[in-house]
């Protein structure tokens, strides 16, 4: 039987965290995302409530004021935030949890939930992230891929803190799903591994 957990995913931008998460959720039917709030402005292809739930600066304020986040962050100058109300509902469902997070977010989290399983997502190497930030995020600017790739520099000489570690490299996108898959199911189903 599933035990329900709480993962944390975390990794630099473009590195394809969540990519990888939303296989983890194809894959394992007892596991829910914690849709995150933010401030942010809607991408093409983006649904609301799914991929995130997107409110203006006043109303994430009124959540922060109401003590209604778990964790929140501004990163890259958008504010991003998880609801305690989220995960106590799947937790009563017995649901595992997964958020995709930045690091600042996923070190806040596990201070108020020590269980939980924190996994980063590393680039094969600098270089190849980059390109794939400049391809994914073709309607930036320069200086805004720049300074996602100075935030990225600082979230790699942290990789260290999480428990585990799986390196996406370029083209091999799969090979990380499947390490990160197992990972989850080792926890999630512990006997099963034995």
């Known amino acids: 039987m599933a035990q329900a957990k709480v993962f944390i995913i975390m990794g630099p931008s473009g590195v394809g965290k969540t990519v990888i998460g939303h296989a983890l959720l194809r894959r ?3 596991l829910s995302k914690i849709v995150t709030y933010t401030t942010r402005t809607q991408r093409p ?8 739930h997107f409110v203006t600066p006043r109303e994430f304020e009124r959540k922060v004021a109401a003590g209604d986040f778990i964790e929140h962050a501004t990163v ?3 504010s991003y935030g998880s609801a305690w109300e989220d995960l106590k509902r799947l937790a009563q469902q017995g649901i595992s949890t997964l958020f995709i997070i ?17 996994i980063f997502i590393a680039p094969d190497n600098m270089n190849s992230l980059r390109v794939r930030l400049a391809r994914r995020r073709s309607n930036e600017t320069q200086e805004q891929v720049d300074r996602r790739m100075e935030t990225a520099r600082r979230e790699m000489a942290q990789k260290d803190w999480a428990e585990h570690m799986v390196i996406n490299r370029q083209g091999q996108r799969m090979e990380a799903i499947r390490a990160v898959a197992k990972i989850v199911k080792e926890y999630m189903y512990p006997h099963a591994t034995k």
């Open 76 to 78: 890259h100058g958008d």
């Open 45 to 52: 292809g983006e649904v609301d409530h799914i991929d995130y």
């Open 102 to 118: 930045d690091i600042q977010g996923a070190k806040i989290l596990k201070k108020k939930i020590r269980d939980a399983v924190t």
């Open 28 to 30: 394992f039917k007892r």
